[in-house]
């Protein structure tokens, strides 16, 4: 038995402690916005933020997360935050099958919660964790930048 903070509700899992984050979130919670991509850590699809820093939950053991706050695209869609990117994103079209967009989105969130200036390097290493197979990434560096500009004062 394993308790943390999802989304701002705690929550106890059942599940082993060996179990993957990834797939307590989806079978045990219905959290579907995380996504099962490679299940190695290299595709970013099944990102969340954990105490504050962006993690692949393929790679994190239930049982590491006792006592800590996880954040999928559920929780954190409906924030101001949230608010600014999804317009940032559409304003430039940088969703196109939408299968990459929750991890990207919690990544533009850590990006500009540390920084809520980066330049065009900064957001392409911020993002690099996360794999794209549609947009080329051109237009989703740009939506972070327009985020940036127009949400001053969210981050």
Known sequence: M???ILNGSEVV???EENA???DVLRQEFWI????CGCKEGECGACSVILDGRLVNSCLVALGSIEGSTVTTI???RDTERFAALDKAYASVSAVQCGFCIPGMILASECILAKNPNPSEAEIRAGISGNLCRCTGYNAIVQAISIAAEEGKGLW
């Open 2 to 4: 394993v308790k943390f």
């Open 13 to 15: 899992s059942q599940a």
């Open 20 to 22: 993957r984050l990834l």
């Open 32 to 35: 579907t916005g995380v996504k």
């Open 74 to 76: 559920e929780g954190y």
